[in-house]
């Protein structure tokens, strides 16, 4: 039913869901609620099972775990320069879903989360830039670390990772992931992976260069970083470190 990341910090069944005990809190990330309407509106016609997804997840989580708390981990929502109008319906969807199930909800704020801070205060949801649980700090990760903060775990996501492992035929299989980075500093990130259907991700790499956020590029190791793989039905496996599995990477899909 879990399994452990990092001390204090676990991942629930085979659900892209971390789970802190101590604090009766549950963490998601990249849920991007209003993706099919952006893809509509390019022509291109997706069933609408982002928010149906996120409720599932939330309530599945809810099941396995005692929680009080729910941490969104940035960009519950896709479109950058508006609130679209399947957007706005799809996050009151979630959470009027959600709402009562918690005590908090807080939005740990993403680089899509624009032009919904009205609504989601209807539904008494905090809204910051950064989130301190002792000394865990959660972030989206899209911006770089103040020099000053000496966090012990850095909980973030903006990546969507996930691993590609090519067998010797060129067979890829791809499965979202957890990763698990030491970073410079002395911290230990975990990058969560995206809830939402259509945001299958970055392939991990050892190469800096291959991410997105600017604290994995200037202070991820990671050839010492461990991926943990969601595996439906099966739960959340670890695996060895990327310096290790390096050969079967497939970091271009």
Known sequence: MFTRILRDVYAVSDL???YMPRYKSIFIADVHLGFEEEMASKGVFLPRIQVKRAIEVV????????????VIVGDLKHLFERLGRREARDVTEFLSAVQGRFRRIILVRGNHDTFVYVKLRKFGVEIVDELWIDDVLVVHGHKPLSARVRPRIVIMAHEHPSIAIRDPLGTVAKLPCFLVVPLKRG????????????????AV?????AYLSPILKSEGLLHEAKPFAIVEGEGVCELPRLGIIESFLQTTL
Do not use: F, I, R
């Open 59 to 70: 309530m599945k989580a809810l099941d396995l775990v005692d929680a009080e708390n729910l």
């Open 205 to 209: 790499s050892t190469s800096n260069e």
């Open 187 to 202: 911290a230990t990130a975990v990058v969560m992976p995206a809830l939402g259907m259509y945001q299958s991700g970055t």
């Open 16 to 18: 892209p869901v971390l």
